[in-house]
């Protein structure tokens, strides 16, 4: 295979594997019925995967390591603090009952974000444990919060 077939390839594998992450961890909100799903999250990861592979592949900073180190810092600095927005939305809060929902849906889309930025720089390791841990979360703990409150 050319040079150009296998770079295709690994472009069309990071961004294929941020939006299963997204999917995957956005089908645990459509179960939970909650107000983002894997649509939504699933555009979330391939939005900051493509935001961080778009970064590493702009061929006018692979010869200046140093800038491309400040460009993919300011990169995730960037989408983590912007994806808030999408998090805020899903939260409300209801003064009179002194209750707020939404936080950990709103913290799903954060880490969908940080995942997808891990998918664009092809860091697996880091994808395959934060993955796990999130689905541990999500589901063996909430049931476990469950138990506890029976």
Same mark, same amino acid.
């Given at each position: 295979?050319?040079?150009?077939?296998?770079?295709? &390839?690994?472009?069309?594998? @990071? %961004?294929?594997?941020?939006?299963?992450?997204?999917?995957?961890?956005?089908?645990? @909100?459509?179960?939970?019925?909650?107000? +983002?799903?894997?649509?939504?999250?699933?555009?979330?990861?391939?939005?900051?995967?493509?935001?961080?592979?778009?970064? *590493?592949?702009?061929?006018?900073?692979?010869?200046?390591?140093?800038? %491309?180190?400040?460009?993919?810092?300011?990169?995730?600095?960037? *989408?983590?603090?912007? +994806?808030?927005? &999408?998090?805020?939305?899903?939260?409300? @809060?209801?003064?009179?009952?002194?209750?707020?929902?939404?936080?950990?849906?709103?913290?799903?889309?954060?880490?969908?974000?940080?995942?997808? &930025?891990?998918?664009?720089?092809?860091?697996?390791?880091?994808?395959?444990?934060?993955?796990?841990?999130?689905?541990?979360? %999500?589901?063996?703990?909430?049931?476990?919060?469950?138990?506890?409150?029976?």
């Amino acid at each position: 295979m050319a040079q150009t077939d296998l770079e295709f &390839i690994d472009i069309v594998a @990071r %961004l294929a594997a941020a939006v299963a992450v997204g999917m995957g961890i956005g089908l645990n @909100r459509d179960i939970a019925d909650k107000p +983002i799903g894997m649509r939504t999250l699933g555009l979330v990861a391939l939005g900051a995967a493509v935001v961080a592979l778009s970064t *590493v592949h702009f061929d006018v900073l692979a010869d200046h390591p140093d800038a %491309l180190s400040r460009v993919v810092q300011g990169i995730i600095q960037g *989408v983590m603090a912007g +994806i808030g927005f &999408i998090g805020a939305g899903v939260i409300m @809060r209801d003064p009179s009952s002194r209750t707020v929902e939404g936080l950990t849906t709103a913290a799903t889309v954060w880490v969908t974000a940080a995942l997808g &930025i891990a998918c664009g720089l092809a860091s697996w390791v880091i994808v395959a444990v934060a993955v796990s841990l999130a689905v541990f979360l %999500l589901v063996i703990v909430a049931w476990l919060e469950a138990a506890i409150q029976k």
